[in-house]
Each structure stands twice: as C-alpha cells, then as structure tokens.
C-alpha cells in the first residue's frame, strides 16, 4: 500500500473514531439527591468522551450552591458540589447541566427547608395546564395538576404531567407523549426517590417497596423514558401506585410493549394512564406505614397521530382507543389485550373523566367526536 494511503487510512480512522466518541451522550451522577438544611457538599461524577462544562440552573433563585471544577475531559469522580445552609421554610432545587459538544446530561438536586425531610416545597400547589393533546380536564378541585419537563439534546421537552390525589398518595391518572425520540435510549436506573415538587408528607415512601403484596406499579413506565437524568424521574413516588404482580408482570407489561410498538408507527401517541379507585376500600403500607389506596383497576387511553394519510383519514390522521383491566390476573396474548379495549367514549363513560380535551380545538368538535367514539381496525 503507498505510503499516501496508508497515512488517508490513519488519518480517517482517527476522524471516525472521534466522531463515534461524541456521539456517546455524557452523564452525571449526583448520589445524595436530596440534601438537609445544612451546608454540606459531595462528590458528583461525570463521564464524557471529551471536553465537558458543568453549570448549576437555580431557576429565578439566588445561587446557593457551587461545583468544582466546573470544567474537565472524560470521566471525573472528584467533582465537588457543595452548597449553603438553608434556613427557609421551603425546600429549594436546582440542575447540574454537564454540555460536552452538541450533548446535555442533566440531573437533579434538591435541599431540604426547615418545614421537613425529603420532597419538594412545604406546600402544594398546582401547576398551569398547557394546550398540549394528551391532557384530559382538570377542573376537580380536590386533586393537584404537575407537570415535568426534561431535557434532551440541549431542548428542554415535555415529559409527563399527573392529576394528584394526597388522600390516596397515588396519581389518578399520567398522562404524556409518546414517540421514538421521547423515549430515548439507555438502561433502567431504579432509582427510587422523592418528586421534588411534591411536599414528602403527601408522597409514599417507597424505597424499598408497598407492604402488603403489591408491586411498585409504573404508570409512566421507565421503558417510555430512557436517558441520564430522565429515566430517574419515572421512579418518583408520585408515578406508584400498589398494583398486583400478577396484573403488573403479565397483561399491563403486555400493553405497556404494545404501546410502545404503536408509537414508533406514529409521529406522536398520546398516552393517558391511569388508576381507577371509584369505590376502592382496599389499602397497602408505604415504608413508613402510612396508607396508600389500592386501586380497583387500572386503563390507557391512546390518541394517535400519523401526519401524511396513511391512518386516520377522514380524521386529518388521528385515531383513538382505551384500554380497561380489573385489578386481577389476565393472560398475556395479544388476543386478551385487544379484548380489554373500548372506544375513548366509552371509557369516560365508565370513569367519568374527559380525555383529550385539547383535541376539539386541533381537529373541530365533529372530528374529535368521530376519533373518541371508534377504534379504528388499524390497532389490530
């Protein structure tokens, strides 16, 4: 081989193999994720392909807390992130942003007030709902709207919202969309932990599970969020309810693929579920052995859109199905799946709820109408 070749052949594998190392996204790791009133400070870790930069995002706060260094190449674990006592009632937070080329990781840290442990501020309160699909109403007064964005790739992006309930410590519906993009890739992280936005008095304490026999039941599940600093957030207890293993690892994961495999076919799948506790009397223990009511059954319902015709056509490219299940034992197959569905008219007849209410305004009243009372034969 001449000598030209040979040094074009060195010179290109080292542009592809840098190329390919940028491409890996960055991560960060905070341990202690929720902090005392102290000053105090740890170690946090960062793994990089190459040059990196850290920045703490305190929102419209006053800065309170600081890393070292801020800057760095490859993997670090001897960063220090230290920050000031508190003395206020309420608890405060904020993000560690790591940046390595094009690539954002981001990871979350919260420090208690005076007013308790754990959680966010020592009150509640709800947050705005925006116009976005996959929400349905949210006009009962004893239950609290949140909302979660998360960041990928630099753009700070809609991750879930749910409708509270602080008798019950569960949410009585999840709502969020779903596409290849969102989901991401990655591992599941099983790290469980407080919603900062929620007051920890009003959560379950779940680190190491319900007593009573019940599963840690996912309502956004982990799989639908993959990433460093996002898949995190699928563990808050906000998003458990006590659900049955038999239900849970069997017909509900089922669905949960099933879901899945429907959103890659679409643009976007907008997915609400949630617990159904009309009528519920039974209850499982958090770790503290503070009650947690156990839910009666459990559903999805699922507006699909694919832009271009090819579903939905006389819908301007949306469809719609619902999905309800009792709190047992089902089977597995497809078959059994598919007998469980309805149409997004009937499941807020049974629920009393009112799913995509955004839709009349994307579409008109007659075409939402049309998309909520059929179930299209593409879903089969």
């Known amino acids: 081989m001449p000598l030209s070749a040979v040094i074009l052949f060195a010179v290109s594998s080292c542009v592809k193999s840098e190329e390919t190392a940028i491409d890996r996204d960055p991560s960060i790791s905070v341990p202690l994720k929720t902090a005392g009133t102290g000053a105090s400070s740890q170690f946090v870790t960062v793994d990089a ?10 929102g419209e706060a006053e800065e ?4 070292e260094p801020a800057a760095g190449d ?14 206020e009632k309420d608890a405060r937070s904020c993000t560690l942003i790591v940046t390595a080329g094009e690539k954002i990781a981001s990871a979350a840290f919260t420090q208690n007030g005076t007013s308790g442990t754990g959680g966010g501020s020592s009150e509640i309160k709800s947050d705005i709902p925006g116009k976005w699909l996959e929400l349905p109403a949210t006009d009962d007064s004893d239950l609290y709207f949140i909302t979660h964005d998360m960041v990928r790739s630099g753009k700070t992006l809609r991750n879930y919202s749910y409708y ?7 949410a009585v519906w999840v709502a969020y969309p779903l596409n290849r993009g969102l989901i991401g890739s990655g591992s599941r992280t099983d790290d469980w932990g407080y919603d900062p936005k929620i007051p920890a008095r009003y959560q379950p304490v779940l680190f190491s599970g319900y007593r009573g026999g019940y ?8 799989a639908d969020r993959y990433g460093n600093g996002i ?10 309810t006590p659900q049955k293993a038999a239900l849970n690892q069997s017909a509900w994961a089922k669905l949960e693929n099933m879901v899945r495999d429907w959103c890659y076919q679409m643009d976007t799948l907008y997915v609400v579920t949630g617990a159904d506790i009309q009528g519920a009397s039974d209850v499982a223990y ?16 699922l507006l699909g859109y694919k832009k271009g015709g090819s579903i939905g056509n006389a819908t301007g490219g949306y469809i719609g199905i619902a999905f309800y299940f009792g709190h047992r034992s089902y089977g597995d197959d497809k078959n059994t799946i598919m007998n469980q569905s309805m149409t997004i008219d009937d499941l807020e007849r049974r629920l009393g709820y009112d799913f995509f209410v955004n839709l009349p305004d994307k579409v008109g009243k007659d ?3 049309r998309v909520e009372s059929e179930v299209d034969s593409w879903w089969n």
Not at 64 to 67: E, N, R
Not at 74 to 87: A, H, P, T, V
Request: proline content about 4%; overall charge negative.
């Open 74 to 87: 490859g993997r670090r674990s001897d960063i220090i992130l230290s920050w000031e006592r508190n003395d």
């Open 64 to 67: 309170w807390a600081s890393i």
């Open 286 to 301: 958090d770790n503290n052995g503070a009650t947690c009511t156990v839910p009666e059954g459990y559903f999805k319902a």
């Open 367 to 369: 075409v939402a109408a």
């Open 49 to 58: 392909a190459g040059p990196w930069t850290i920045t703490i995002d305190f």
């Open 231 to 240: 898949n995190e957030t699928t563990f808050y207890f906000t998003n458990m």
């Open 215 to 222: 599963d840690r039941g996912h309502q956004l599940p982990s």
């Open 164 to 170: 509270y309930s602080l008798d019950d410590r569960l």
